[in-house]
T-cell receptor, first 112, second 114 residues
Framework: DAKTTQPTSMDCAEGRAANLPCNHS???????VYWYRQIHSQGPQYIIH???NNETNEMASLIITEDRKSSTLILPHATLRDTAVYYC?????????????FGKGTHLIIQP | DSGVTQTPKHLITATGQRVTLRCSPR?????VYWYQQSLDQGLQFLIQ???????AKGNILERFSAQQFPDLHSELNLSSLELGDSALYFC?????????????FGPGTRLTVT
């Protein structure tokens, strides 16, 4: 699976959009970009995933650059409950071990 | 609430002992995954079962084993416990066997080995 690079921590004001970047410059054509988050000591929570196109669901939007070497997770109106560690994960679409490889993620702190 | 349940929530035991952690996947999910989260190692994938059969192995120690039963619940058995096995153990489930299916995590079991 491709390696990802994320900032260690970020702050965002409550009510503003939180934009979390992720670099995955070695991504290959059949690898998906996934985002999960973990609120302190709870089980990780799936947020969104995509292959090439931008994706949106009720939680967030995922913007993937045209060359697919980076992506941005957008939480449109951050609340205090969005304070968590956010993990960007790149995974093969088929074959190999199926477990997720979590890095250190980005600790997003929403400020009141 | 992800729909994945894990029991017990907390477990305290002594070195050398054996424990069993239990996981019930979301209704309809055939894959179950086990992860370990410790302070120094972060979240690590241990093992995956799909419809009763072992599908993939990660960093699982030989002292650890798992199985998935016909009703699709899974158990993770940890034996000859050491202090370093103290961690949060998460179970996750997904609908299929392929990596592109999203995984849904349970609340975890906190294991303390004294």
């Amino acid at each position: 699976d491709a390696k990802t690079t994320q900032p260690t921590s970020m702050d965002c004001a409550e009510g503003r959009a939180a934009n979390l970047p992720c670099n995955h410059s070695t991504i290959s054509g059949n690898e998906y970009v996934y985002w999960y988050r973990q609120i302190h000591s709870q089980g990780p929570q799936y947020i969104i995933h995509g292959l090439k196109n931008n994706e949106t669901n009720e939680m967030a939007s995922l913007i993937i650059t045209e060359d697919r070497k980076s992506s941005t997770l957008i939480l449109p109106h951050a609340t205090l409950r969005d304070t968590a560690v956010y993990y960007c994960i790149v995974r093969l679409s088929g074959g190999g071990a199926d477990g997720l490889t979590f890095g250190k993620g980005t600790h997003l702190i929403i400020q009141p | 609430d992800s729909g994945v349940t894990q029991t017990p929530k907390h477990l305290i035991t002594a070195t050398g002992q054996r424990v069993t952690l239990r996981c019930s996947p979301r209704s309809g999910d055939l894959s179950v995954y086990w992860y370990q989260q410790s302070l120094d190692q972060g979240l690590q994938f241990l093992i995956q079962y799909y419809n009763g059969e072992e599908r993939a192995k990660g960093n699982i120690l030989e002292r650890f084993s798992a199985q998935q039963f016909p009703d699709l619940h899974s158990e993770l058995n940890l034996s000859s416990l050491e202090l370093g096995d103290s961690a949060l153990y998460f179970c996750a489930s997904s609908v299929g066997r392929q990596p592109y299916y999203e995984q849904y995590f349970g609340p975890g079991t906190r294991l303390t080995v004294t």
